[in-house]
Structure formats: C-alpha cells, structure tokens
C-alpha cells in the first residue's frame, strides 16, 4: 500500500521534558506517526511498574486491547500472565508494552482481523520505545516474537534461533547508542545506562495458533525460567 510506504514516524510527538512513563503516555494519545491511528480506536501504551525489573515488549495492541486501551488484556494476555506466575517471575513487578502502539487490522465483515505491523510501523513507532527505556531500568528485557524482536535488535535477529539465549543489553540492540544513555531529571543531565539482560521467545499468541498448545506453552515457560533465574 502506498500509504504505509513511508511515515513521518513518532519522534515529534514525543514532549522533551517528560518525566515519567504516565507523561509519555499521556502524548502518545496524540500520536500521528504513522497511518494506524487513522483506524485504531486509540493509542495503547504500555503498563506496569515503572521500576520494573523485567520489561516484556510485544508487537502490537489486539482487537481487545484496542477497546480497553491497555497491552495484553485480550487471550494472548492470560496465557502470558499463566506463564509469567509459572516461570516463577513476580507479576507485580513487571512492565509491558508493544513494539507499536496502534492495532493494524483488515475489516472482514464486523470482524476486525490482526495484521502483522510492516516495516515502515515498527520504524516509526521505535522513539517510544526508546523514550519508555529511558524511563525504565530493567535487569532483563523479554522480547515476544518477530515484530518487537526487529524493533529492538534490528530485521537479521531471528527469535527461532537464539530464543530462550541471554544476550546482553543494551549492547544486542540495533543502535545501542539509543539505549546507552538515560536521563536523570529533566534538566538534560544524562548518565549510563544499567546493563541488563535481554532475552527473546515466542509470543503468546503464538501457543494458541500452535497445533500443540501445551508443547508451546511449556516451551514459553522454560524460556522465561531462563529470564527468571537472571534475576536473582
């Protein structure tokens, strides 16, 4: 599609200033980067807590948390949240977002059906993911699926590969530079980021498409016991 070709992308839509993860969001319900807002209900950042130690980043919004406005509410959720209590991970000290904050879909009948954000979305959506790393000091990043593992690591890394494998972060990501230096106030007085630990896997979708759902659960869990044992 022509349209979707290029995108003036996220970054002037960003407030300098921002402080916090409720002033970004706050902005992104204004966002225009791209041509998905023009049919998504709204803008769907992330959640969590702010002090996070585990960030989990996705690839996009689903038909159910376009309506509610928040990540992983819809069933790809539920089987996260069962393997994130099964893996051992605290749930209340965990942050989640997408790698592109708008649902891309097509209309087939009333139903809305998922499609898979291009290039061109996950470009112009990556300032807020940066923008919410620079808020966030992490000890391990999961990365679920193809879409957030491109945003972060760049269209060579493949998750079939080197799932389930510790990689260090931020020096695995495509532009570490983007990552390496967080703000301290808003004054503009930066300092190094924390090094930390990403690790990617399957997105949860992912185990309910799969013909054995359980050989797929297990697999995400056993991944994310490798992101939990980092942890301690």
């Known amino acids: ?71 992983f509410v819809g069933p790809a959720g ?10 051992g991970i605290e749930p209340g000290h965990i942050y989640l977002t997408n790698a592109v904050k708008h649902f891309r879909f097509e209309l087939r009948g009333k139903r809305r059906i998922h499609q898979t954000p291009d290039r061109v979305h996950i470009t112009a959506c990556r300032p807020w993911l940066v923008a919410e790393f620079a808020r966030l000091r992490p000890a391990v990043v999961v990365v679920l699926g193809a879409t957030a593992a491109k945003a972060l690591l760049g ?50 979708s992912a185990v309910l498409r799969a013909d054995n759902q359980d050989v797929a659960y297990d697999g995400l869990v056993a991944d994310l016991k490798v992101a939990a044992r980092a942890l301690r």
Not at 78 to 87: E, F, G, I, T
């Open 1 to 71: 599609m022509a349209e979707t070709e290029s995108a003036p992308g996220a970054q002037e839509f960003i407030p300098p200033q921002a402080d916090t993860i409720d002033q970004l969001r706050a902005a992104a319900a204004g966002c225009r980067g791209c041509e998905l807002y023009r049919d998504a209900a709204q803008t769907v950042f992330g959640r969590g807590d702010e002090s996070a130690r585990v960030v989990f980043v996705g690839e996009q919004p689903g038909d159910l948390e376009d309506q509610k406005g928040l990540p």
């Open 78 to 87: 539920r089987v996260l949240r069962r393997a994130v209590d099964d893996a």
């Open 155 to 204: 269209p060579a890394f493949r998750v079939t590969r080197q799932r389930g494998e510790l990689l260090p972060w931020p020096a695995a990501a495509q532009r570490p530079e983007d990552f390496t230096r967080v703000p301290v106030d808003n004054t503009g007085k930066v300092a190094d980021a924390p090094e930390a630990q990403l690790l990617a896997t399957i997105h949860p």
